[in-house]
């Protein structure tokens, strides 16, 4: 399945195009949704570097760091398998930049506030 951001007039004025021209005997899978940009590889080093100091600190890895604040900071989701509901940590991998920034500064805000470790961007 591919999946394609249209820009402007034009752009929108072709995916309805293409959307009218598609065989009304068959099924079709249509999403359609403001796009959003994903983070960006600057702001998930920063919250790797974030994870890596809170671990130094704490003796525990940057993996179990991660997962652990994704309970603290993000809101929990569920998945369903076969026919048992479980809760799961909320996942940084859908976020968009700015949910992934507020996210990073919550992170940073906890770390110095609760465990004194202050780790700053690269451009500050």
């Known amino acids: ?14 995916v309805a195009d ?15 949704g403001e796009y ?23 003796g525990h890895t940057p993996e179990d760091v991660h997962e652990a604040l994704k309970k603290l ?4 989701r569920q998945i369903v398998i076969g026919e048992v509901r479980v809760p799961v940590a909320g996942s940084t991998a859908g976020l968009d930049v700015h949910s ?3 996210y990073v500064e919550r992170v ?3 770390a110095a506030s609760e465990l004194g470790i202050v780790v700053l961007d690269q451009g500050e």
Do not use: C, H
């Open 1 to 14: 399945m591919r999946s394609n951001v249209a820009r402007g007039k034009e752009q929108l004025r072709r």
């Open 108 to 110: 940073q805000s906890w």
């Open 73 to 76: 900071f993000l809101p929990p």
């Open 100 to 102: 992934f920034s507020e």
């Open 18 to 32: 293409t959307v009218a021209a598609l065989n009304p005997d068959r099924p079709w899978r249509i999403t359609i």
């Open 36 to 58: 959003r940009s994903k983070r960006s590889p600057e702001q998930n080093n920063l919250l790797w570097k974030i994870y890596t100091e809170i671990a130094g600190g704490t």
